[in-house]
């Protein structure tokens, strides 16, 4: 397939060009996998959209990462190789420097955030071999990024940025050079999870330049939507708290550089809800059989919101499949909580035979479960508080669960998610 670029006087307001995503493209060639892009049925038929996935989870390091940390590490000059580099990561971009090391002969250190899975700790030592040393210190990626700063200015190794350097912004940009070739014509809308913003980055580069047709949504978890709050204040603003629950796009700040392709290209911005992106994780799991993390499925949860028009061609990027199986169990409560399913309640229960039982005879519905339950205190006083979460059969059924609660002699109070207590549950 064949490309004319679009030139325009903006072009050199930015700090990557297409060319140079045309060049990391080139690079990359034999060392990455061209990975599959697949039509999706289940988005199709629920957006009436020809929605396709690009499957970056089926990367060597399960990431599109490998393609930015692969395309910075091989331009490195002699003495740049020979100084090493250092990297921060929450998981993905660690693996992606971790193979791009070893592959190069060149030595690495890769700070992670404790939050990192542990998975994703494993497949980075997997990777790295004899090459690569992951130290583990910081509650946040940020955190982590700051030691891997530190530790350059004391080492004089080369810091590879998970996001906010022109080459691996470039290297990131290939995803949307290789899905536009496999497609064969410019998709009407495309959808990239955003993190730091790296990938959202260097596709807007590429698009821009040679499928000027196509509209370009960047999503971000609600809990961590950095650059969505960059763009607002007109320049990179820190975040005070965020939600690490996203572990591949909880990022406190923008990049300077990625926001400095987004201020000028312009794309949509959304974000989705992390009980809506676990949602999706068990719709990708059990419909299409893909291991999705949570940042993966942060593009295809959009479309469960924000629809495409009927009939338009959309691809959206399954960015990473580096998830933990040890998670599932906090995904499927998320989920279900967001859906409405799931719902806890402080229970002053009589200290008297049957109470439990005129509970489920009187409160619950037929098709509800109780899911958790747990006295808090137990004493020798007339009641008894017990800690009490309940599955719905339908959500729709839960002002007649409170219409029961409220006329129950068993005095009952809703654990609202705002409430800190809450914590403890998810």
């Not at 940025?161 to 080459?167: K, P, V």
């Not at 839960?398 to 409430?419: F, G, H, K």
Request: proline share 5%; net charge negative; hydrophobic share 40%.
């Amino acid at each position: 397939m064949t490309h004319l670029p679009f030139t325009t006087a903006t072009e050199a307001t930015v700090p990557v060009t297409a060319r140079e995503v045309d060049e990391a493209a080139s690079r990359l060639a034999g060392v990455i996998t061209e990975t599959p892009l697949q039509y999706n049925e289940r988005l199709s038929q629920l957006t009436g959209a020809e929605v396709w996935l690009k499957r970056e989870d089926l990367q060597p390091v399960r990431s599109y990462k490998i393609r930015g940390a692969y395309n910075f590490i091989a331009q490195l000059d002699d003495a740049g190789r020979a100084a090493g580099v250092v990297a921060a990561s929450a998981g993905n971009h660690g693996q992606g420097v971790a193979m791009a090391c070893a592959a190069l002969g060149i030595r690495g250190r890769i700070f992670v955030p404790t939050t990192t899975p542990r998975q994703k700790r494993d497949r980075m030592r997997y990777f790295g071999g004899a090459f690569a040393e992951l130290v583990v210190a910081g509650d946040t990626y940020d955190e982590a990024s700051a030691l891997a700063l530190a530790e350059t200015r004391e080492s004089g190794a080369t810091a590879v940025s998970a996001f906010d350097h022109e080459r691996t912004i470039a290297g990131q940009g290939t995803v949307a050079k290789e899905f536009v070739e496999q497609l064969g014509r410019e998709p009407d809308v495309v959808y990239l999870p955003v993190g730091g913003g790296g990938l959202l980055a260097g596709c807007l580069t590429w698009l821009h330049a040679y499928s000027r047709h196509t509209r370009v949504v960047g999503v971000e978890p609600a809990g961590a939507a950095a650059l969505a709050a960059a763009l607002d204040a007109g320049r990179p603003t820190t975040l005070g708290t965020i939600d690490t629950f996203v572990d591949g796009a909880a990022v406190r700040r923008a990049g300077d550089l990625t926001f400095a392709v987004a201020h000028a290209r312009g794309p949509a911005m959304m974000t989705v809800a992390e009980g809506a992106v676990c949602t999706e994780m068990l719709e990708l799991y059990q419909t299409e059989g893909i291991i999705a993390e949570p940042a993966g499925a942060l593009a295809t949860a959009a479309l469960q919101r924000a629809r495409p028009r009927p009939g338009e061609l959309v691809v959206a990027v399954v960015s990473g499949g580096n998830n933990d199986v040890s998670r599932y169990a906090e995904i499927v409560e998320r989920s279900l909580i967001h859906e409405g399913r799931k719902h806890y309640f402080l229970v002053n229960f009589p200290q008297e035979p049957g109470a439990l039982r005129r509970f489920l005879d009187e409160v619950l519905g037929p098709d509800d479960d109780i899911t958790y339950f747990e006295y808090v205190k137990r004493s020798n006083r007339e009641i008894g508080p017990a800690l009490v979460g309940i599955e719905l059969g339908d959500p729709a059924t839960y002002e007649a669960l409170r219409t029961r609660l409220d006329a129950s002699p068993i005095r009952a109070e809703v654990v609202s998610p705002e409430s800190p207590f809450y914590r403890f549950l998810v």
